[in-house]
């Protein structure tokens, strides 16, 4: 039995005693959200299948409790998954016998995905003032973890985790880390990252604090520590700013990482991370990147206009936690297809969206993104330089629509249309289609 495992035991054992207390059923609630998700990947070029396609029915039943009463109040949190599988032809859902899984569904081991998967995770928890701790199943979301919720069922992780906002206008957390389930998957598993071998290299110890602090109204300062053990560590310093002008507010949002090796990842191959090393095996070395970028937003009447850089220095690619079946970073790059941080990139964007509320429509959204990047170097399998100043692109269109009211009040309707094309050798571009129904059900 883990650290966190045992934690968890011994809360629910406290909370039993005290679940009649006033606070922790009256302030309780539980929702049943449904989604039904599609997705067809067209892969261009290249060797394989020219097309992963699948769809499926996921349902997300939450339960959150309310805290006991006293100094230190008590309570429990469940989160239920089940994916049903809709459709998802032989060879059409992009795995293999060797894979994780499919894009949406775990796969059987000759690679077809699975009829159905699940998994149930609990959560105690405890509050004292404006203090909480966690201990179970988490979804936390800050510069140096992400939960990804892109496709039919959310990703989960393990651990514990503490939120405090004791202190006026700053907020503190911390937290470890030991397994994760990634969103084609009902197991647990065990911590990695990109480049590396995640079957035979990963970890069970992922540490992170920081905190967010409100200098102004408008102004927000932010610092992240994460450290993998046996991968790397990251700092990240973040400001945002909310600046009035004329009619409209431009929204400022400035980013730095900082990535380092940290034990096996600086001397043991199948640790190591993806990246731009020449005379080493498959181009691949030890954790060192620099990663600044900025943002910049103006909504007036209902338009969202922006404009973005970002540049990756440094022999690795940018790393964050990745499972090899789909997640997320905190980065301004981290689109539908890529995430543009590899090493040496520079990525410039546009993007604009609009609210038609403005116009009468409320609920109907629509945006579209256009990324670019270039001075891409990679290194091959005979440790020669691949690629010298290769570039990638991409464009991401999003059109949505939530029911303001009636019978069919919150049901929401969600296209998300991308194109990515690259240079990169022996990699093959994509365009890519998702289809999403989604409906929260209030049950408590």
Known sequence: MNKSTLALAVAVGVLAQQAGAAGFIEDSK?????????????????????KNEEWGQGFDLRFISGYTQGTV?????????????????????GATATSYGGTVFPSKSNGEAVDNFSSLGLTAKAKISQTELKLGTLQPKNPVIVTNDGRLLPQTWQGGQITSGEIKDLTLVGGQIEHVKGRNSS???????????????NSNKFIYAGGDYKITKDLTAQYYYGNLEDFYKQHFLGLVHNWAIGPGVLKSDLRYFNSS?????????????NGNYNGVPSGKGPVDNNLYSGLFLYTVAGHTFGGGYQVSNGSSDFPWLNQ???????????????????????TWQVRY???????????????????????????GANRQQAASGASEWERDFTL???VPEGPLKNVGFMWKNATWRTDLPNTRSQDENRLILSYSIPLL
Do not use: W
């Open 353 to 379: 969206s609009y609210d038609f509320a403005k116009v009468g429509v409320p609920g109907l959204t629509a945006g579209a993104v256009y990324l670019k990047g270039d001075d891409i170097d990679t290194v």
């Open 400 to 402: 949505a629509y939530v």
């Open 324 to 346: 090899g079946d789909g997640s997320s970073n905190y980065t301004i790059t981290d689109m539908q297809i890529q995430k543009f941080g590899r090493a040496g990139e520079k």
């Open 30 to 50: 539980a929702t049943l959200g449904l989604r039904n998700f599609y997705i067809n990947t067209d892969n261009r070029d290249g060797t394989g299948a020219n």
């Open 187 to 201: 197991n647990n598993e065990q911590l990695s990252i990109g480049g590396a071998n995640a079957r035979v290299a």
């Open 73 to 93: 109040g008590f309570g429990i949190d469940a989160i239920g998954l089940l994916g049903v599988r809709l459709d998802s032809g032989g060879g059409t859902n």
């Open 261 to 273: 090796d940290d034990g096996a990842n600086s001397n043991t191959a199948a640790y190591f991370s």
